[in-house]
């Protein structure tokens, strides 16, 4: 691009500036001449700002300029900066000697400022040119030699010494020319007389005026000067001084007095009387704002006075006299603008950074921002500060230039956008100030793991309810947003569990809701446990459990079922009573279990069959058969009875028993018939051993337990002893032997014809308030005394406080059936169980029955 051939007409020099601030590092200076072709080499960045040419690319380089045509860029792969775009300097500078253009080399990651100053030299691309093409002059004849006839300023818009340098003069007699130079930019000529003039020999001479710069080549313009010689007045006016000065506030009002001119003429009359005006002098400008009053020469103000526009103005007054020709003379008037502070400052963010991160750490530049007023001297003196209490606060980097970086902990939880108000105020008298908003926006980070209202959920489910029922919804919360706070869910293993939890239920992992992979029974599965995990989309992401407890609901689906010897299905019993047998007679002992809990369980035994029956009665909670009244010759020999077990679930499930009474003669008679029940014949295999030594291993064991237990309850001490009664044996006639506290009871009934001894033990679970004792007091005359629970219904599921629960809680640890029909039972406190058989036991036979017992 022939940056090598530019190299002649290139100047470049850099001033290095420190800065108080980490990200700024100074201001490199270059020059450029105007007019350049696109392209032209300016300056190696990257070798004066020290940087390495391979960061630029990766790392960014903007220029950021105030002006809206983008002059310079830089190329990222060399580091060189380079002209954009055309520039010219008469029209981005006008009237300017100095002319700059103010960069910002910007470079990310972490962010660096660069100030870069380029200098727009002149060339010399403009000639000289005078306002009109012809000027005429009057002059009498009787001029004096010397003088002087002043000259239209020819205008340049170059500057320096491309400006107006000189003037030439045609040559000619009567006339030379006088160049005046008023400093770099000030340069004026004067037409001097050096012969008089004689109308009659020339009235009129031309000449040509050209007004050169100093520019290589120099460029020249011309003006035509045309000389009318005229006869008359031979004085001229003359100014008290040749160069007035005054200083004037602006925004001055329209029509204040500025200062007064005085010029005198020592002529009379109207060759004496003196006219002021104004003279053009290349710029007209200075004819609009000032007016001069033609009789007083006083001048004042007739337009808005700015500073910032112009500083000063130079106007150029005319004495001419009202004589025939009039005379005329000239004076330079200096006037010098004061500044007021009249302009706020301006606040301008030349690079914002957001949304910011909430996680950002303290110190990360969020904007860059610059603050100025067109004002000067202290009225351009500036403070920038935040308004309000932001976790931001503003660094100075260098003059007017500030950057806004992070002062505190950001969460956008609480605050997703902050409106930080700058306020910069200058140093004037009355000062002014003016603000800027600027939006900073907070991006999210995933910083809040997803929450349940509650750690743990306690659910209820229907046992038997349908495979993929619903059993709860679990929902978490996440305060984050977008992907951080999309929230799914998951079930977690317990590797101690036997069972996997996903095999029992499911979870959606969108919406929480929880199924049941299966149909769940409350007698095998009463409580289930397990956790589900919420999980957000976050990197990383963040989770959550909840305990979830699904208490399963038991529901009446288990029929009561009789326990032997009349458990038999389709099958009828026999039981016989003697003829002579007394109002209360025990016939049999009807006991049935449930596997249900709660009211489920709940048993009530009702005689069906035959309704309304006068000879037979069942108690409702004990199951026990006993006759209402004596027998009669018109009773029948053989009672068929249809015994109802009905649980209180809803609807109620029922098993029944098929019982028939035989009434004999005498008690010797009586048969206890029992049924022999089926014995598969099978092959002794391990397994079956194994059984059998399990078996014998548990009872060996419990039998020792039940023996420590009532060692440890007679060798109490008398202060321990003190809270029980004394324990009590009684006798029955049926057979049984109860073994009495007031907080056990053991009943053992043994038969002549017994295959088998049993031992059944229940556990207390109520107090003595709730217990049911039965007791015999001789002969065949029955008492029962009952003491009735409360009549607050007891809640489930330990509401298994009558018969047929205590029942059922003792025939799952050891009932055994009795062939002889007899049985041997412990009450309870919960209920106490009597049983009697067909046949009796003897006085005499029941020291060596218990004492067999034991040993069993």
Not at 379 to 397: D, Q, V, W, Y
Not at 576 to 584: F, L, R, V
Not at 621 to 642: A, F, Y
Request: aromatic share 8%.
């Amino acid at each position: 691009m022939g940056l090598c051939g530019e190299s002649g007409i290139i100047w470049i020099r850099y001033l290095v500036l420190l800065c108080s601030s980490g990200w700024s590092t100074g201001q490199i200076i270059y020059s450029i001449t105007e007019e350049v072709d696109k392209g032209t080499f300016v300056g190696n960045i990257a070798k004066d700002l020290n940087l390495n040419v391979p960061e630029l690319e990766t790392r960014g380089i903007q220029i950021v300029t105030a002006t809206s045509t983008k002059y310079f860029e830089v190329n990222v792969k060399t580091g060189i900066l380079y002209v954009n775009e055309r520039i010219d300097r008469e029209t981005l500078c006008p009237n300017s000697v100095k002319c700059s253009l103010n960069l910002e080399a910007i470079v990310n990651r972490p962010v660096h400022v660069h100030r870069i100053e380029v200098n727009i030299l002149d060339i010399n691309d403009n000639a000289p040119s005078f306002p009109e093409y012809i000027n005429v002059f009057n002059i009498t004849e009787y001029a004096f030699q010397g003088e002087r006839f002043p000259l239209p300023t020819a205008e340049d818009p170059d500057v320096g010494s491309n400006a107006v340098k000189t003037y030439k003069l045609s040559a000619n007699e009567h006339f030379s020319l006088d160049v005046q130079s008023g400093g770099e930019q000030s340069v004026s000529a004067e037409l001097v007389l050096q012969k008089a003039l004689d109308r009659e020999k020339q009235p009129v001479i031309r000449l040509l005026l050209t007004a050169v710069d100093g520019g290589k080549p120099p460029r020249s313009g011309t003006l035509q000067i045309i000389v009318n010689v005229i006869d008359v007045n031979d004085n001229i006016p003359t100014f008290s001084k040749s160069l007035y000065k005054a200083r004037v506030s602006e925004n001055t009002p329209f029509g204040t007095t500025i200062l007064t001119l005085n010029a005198t003429d020592l002529d009379e009359g109207a060759n004496g009387d003196v006219v002021y005006s104004f003279i053009a002098h290349g710029n007209p400008k200075p004819l609009g704002i000032f007016i001069i009053d033609s009789q007083s020469g006083v001048i004042s103000t007739r337009g808005n006075l700015d500073y910032e526009e112009n500083s000063a103005f130079e106007v150029r007054v005319q004495a001419k006299d009202k004589g025939s020709p009039p005379r005329a003379t000239l004076c330079k008037v200096l006037i010098e603008v004061e500044d007021l502070n009249d302009n706020v400052p301006e606040i301008a963010v030349t690079s914002l950074i957001s949304p910011v991160k909430e996680d950002a750490q303290l110190g990360t530049v969020v904007a860059l921002i610059s603050v100025s007023d067109r004002d000067s001297g202290n009225n351009a003196r500036l403070r920038c500060s935040i308004s309000g209490t932001f976790p931001f606060k503003l660094l100075s980097s260098y003059k007017n230039s500030y950057s806004l970086v992070v002062d505190g902990p950001l969460d956008r939880e609480r605050a997703s956008q902050y409106n930080v108000t700058i306020t910069a105020t200058d140093e004037g008298s009355p000062p002014l100030s003016s603000t800027s908003v600027i939006a900073v926006h907070v991006s999210d980070v995933n910083d809040n793991a997803p929450r349940f209202p509650e750690r743990v959920m306690n659910v209820y489910l229907k046992e038997n309810s349908p495979v993929g029922a619903l059993i709860c919804t679990v929902s978490a919360f996440d305060p984050d947003e977008k992907e951080n706070a999309r929230v799914s869910y998951s079930m977690l293993e317990n590797p101690s569990k036997p069972v996997s939890v996903s095999t029992l239920v499911n979870v959606n992992s969108v919406s929480g809701e929880i199924y049941s992979l299966q149909s769940f029974n409350y007698e095998e599965v009463k409580t289930l446990q397990f956790q589900v995990q919420a999980t957000d989309s976050g990197v990383p992401p963040l989770s959550s459990n909840v305990t979830v407890n699904v208490f399963i609901l038991d529901e009446n689906d288990n029929s009561p079922g009789v326990l032997p010897p009349y458990s038999g299905q389709g099958s009828v019993n026999t039981e016989s009573i003697p003829y002579a047998a007394e109002a209360g007679y025990f016939v049999a002992k009807i006991r049935a279990v449930d596997a249900d809990s709660g009211y489920n369980a709940l048993l009530s035994y009702h005689i069906a069959e035959p309704k309304g029956s006068s000879l037979f009665r069942i108690g409702t909670s004990s199951g026990e058969i006993r006759t209402k009244r004596r027998m009669s010759d018109n009773d029948l020999k053989t009672h068929p009875l249809v015994i109802l077990v009905s649980d209180h679930g809803d609807p109620s499930l029922s098993a029944t028993v098929s019982i028939d009474v035989v009434v004999v003669e005498s008690a010797g008679e009586i048969q206890t018939s029992f049924r022999q029940l089926p014995v598969k014949e099978e092959t002794f295999s391990d397994l079956n051993l194994y059984l059998l030594i399990a078996i014998v291993s548990v009872s060996v064991i419990f039998l020792l337990s039940l023996i420590s237990l009532i060692a440890v309850k007679c060798h109490r001490t008398d202060g321990g002893l003190s809270r029980y009664s004394a324990p009590m044996i009684t006798t029955h006639p049926d057979g049984s032997w109860s073994y009495s506290k007031s907080t056990q009871q053991y009943d053992v009934c043994f038969s002549s014809d017994t295959l088998k001894s049993d031992v059944v033990v229940f556990p207390t679970p109520f107090p003595p308030a709730d217990a049911e004792l039965i007791s015999i007091n001789g002969g065949d005359t029955f008492k029962r005394t009952q003491t009735l629970p409360n009549s607050e219904k007891p809640k489930a599921p330990n509401a298994d406080w009558r018969y047929s629960a205590s029942l059922r809680a003792g025939m799952q640890r050891s009932a055994l059936p009795s062939p002889s029909g007899s049985c041997s039972t412990l009450g309870a406190h919960g209920g106490v169980i009597s049983d009697a058989g067909s046949s009796g036991c003897s006085g005499a036979e029941l020291a060596h029955r218990v004492q067999r017992s034991w040993r069993c």
